[in-house]
């Protein structure tokens, strides 16, 4: 007497019990990571006269490094004479601007002869954008939805520890004052290079209550000096590779384009 067909349903999976589906490669590739663009910037002797201006420290240079994959930036703050205004700029001089050059310290944003505010860049792929104020780079940051890696340079502990305390106040201010503008609708990190201004930058942002923008920073696994023309992006592969294969959630490149490329395949 032939079984119902409920019934041979049940004794085929008695016997024989599904197999469970094997992973998929797909799933077994690590999460991609970030990409936090850098402009690179030449290495040895008199590096500034072969500085291309590569920092994305303006709206034109946001852009593009967004279009090229990027989810967040490393620009630079500097400060001008006794602290007065905050600006995203590298180079310690105006070398790569119009105009007279000057150290960034020694000019004011925008009174006398030398003034910064108004300049041009004069080289490389942003030729024709200008400098801005942090507060007005953090809104470009803002509106193209990207994360903001913050060096403030060395230089500008002239006046950040300055021994002029009306100078130290008001140049904290000026770093300070529009991240708790911001930051509660963006992602701001802040670091420096400078042990002493990296102290100070703690105890202020502790007490200003942000200290939430010393953390998030992304990984530099890049092996490769700086230069112009600038070197084969071929040379950081293996580094690269150990990242990737390491989970890190950021990686900070000087080849965003290359890197995005590289990952396809490898990440999801």
Same mark, same amino acid.
């Given at each position: /007497?032939?079984?119902?067909?409920?019934?041979?349903?049940?004794?085929?999976?008695?016997?024989?019990?599904?197999?469970?589906?094997?992973?998929?490669?797909?799933?077994?590739?690590?999460?991609?990571?970030?990409?936090?663009?850098?402009?690179?910037?030449?290495?040895?002797p008199?590096?500034?006269?072969?500085?291309?201006?590569?920092?994305?420290?303006?709206?034109?240079?946001?852009?593009?490094?967004?279009?090229?994959?990027?989810?967040?930036?490393?620009?630079?703050?500097?400060l001008?004479?006794?602290?007065?205004k905050?600006?995203?700029?590298?180079?310690?001089?105006?070398?790569?601007?119009?105009?007279? &050059?000057?150290?960034?310290?020694?000019?004011?944003?925008?009174?006398?002869?030398?003034?910064?505010?108004?300049?041009?860049i004069?080289?490389?792929?942003?030729?024709?954008?200008t400098?801005?104020?942090?507060?007005?780079?953090?809104?470009?940051?803002?509106?193209?939805? /990207?994360?903001?890696?913050?060096?403030?340079?060395?230089?500008? &502990?002239?006046?950040?520890?300055?021994?002029?305390?009306?100078?130290?106040?008001?140049?904290?201010?000026?770093?300070l004052?529009?991240?708790?503008?911001?930051?509660?609708?963006?992602?701001?990190?802040?670091?420096?290079?400078?042990?002493?201004?990296? @102290?100070?930058?703690?105890?202020?942002?502790? @007490?200003?209550?942000?200290?939430?923008?010393?953390?998030?920073?992304?990984?530099?696994?890049e092996?490769t000096?700086?230069?112009?023309?600038?070197?084969?992006?071929?040379?950081?592969?293996?580094?690269?590779?150990?990242?990737?294969?390491?989970?890190?959630?950021?990686?900070?490149?000087?080849?965003?384009?290359?890197? &995005?490329?590289?990952?396809?395949?490898?990440?999801?």
């Open positions: /007497m032939a079984l119902p067909l409920a019934a041979l349903t049940l004794a085929s999976l008695l016997v024989s019990p599904p197999l469970a589906s094997a992973p998929s490669a797909h799933s077994a590739l690590p999460a991609c990571p970030q990409i936090f663009s850098h402009g690179g910037y030449p290495t040895g008199n590096a500034w006269e072969r500085d291309q201006v590569r920092q994305p420290n303006n709206p034109t240079a946001i852009r593009r490094y967004k279009a090229w994959g990027a989810s967040g930036v490393e620009a630079d703050l500097q001008t004479k006794d602290g007065t905050a600006v995203m700029w590298h180079n310690t001089s105006t070398w790569g601007l119009t105009g007279t &050059k000057k150290n960034i310290t020694d000019i004011w944003w925008a009174a006398g002869d030398t003034a910064l505010k108004g300049r041009t004069n080289r490389g792929l942003f030729q024709g954008e400098v801005y104020t942090f507060r007005e780079w953090l809104a470009s940051m803002r509106s193209a939805g /990207m994360v903001g890696l913050v060096e403030i340079k060395p230089e500008a &502990k002239r006046s950040l520890l300055s021994s002029d305390p009306a100078i130290k106040s008001r140049a904290w201010a000026e770093v004052g529009p991240v708790k503008e911001s930051y509660r609708s963006q992602e701001i990190i802040l670091y420096s290079h400078d042990s002493a201004l990296t @102290a100070e930058l703690r105890n202020r942002v502790s @007490a200003a209550g942000l200290s939430q923008v010393l953390s998030g920073g992304p990984v530099w696994p092996v000096d700086w230069e112009e023309p600038p070197p084969s992006w071929r040379l950081n592969e293996n580094a690269w590779k150990t990242t990737l294969q390491s989970g890190a959630k950021r990686v900070a490149t000087d080849f965003t384009p290359q890197f &995005k490329t590289w990952l396809q395949g490898k990440c999801q």
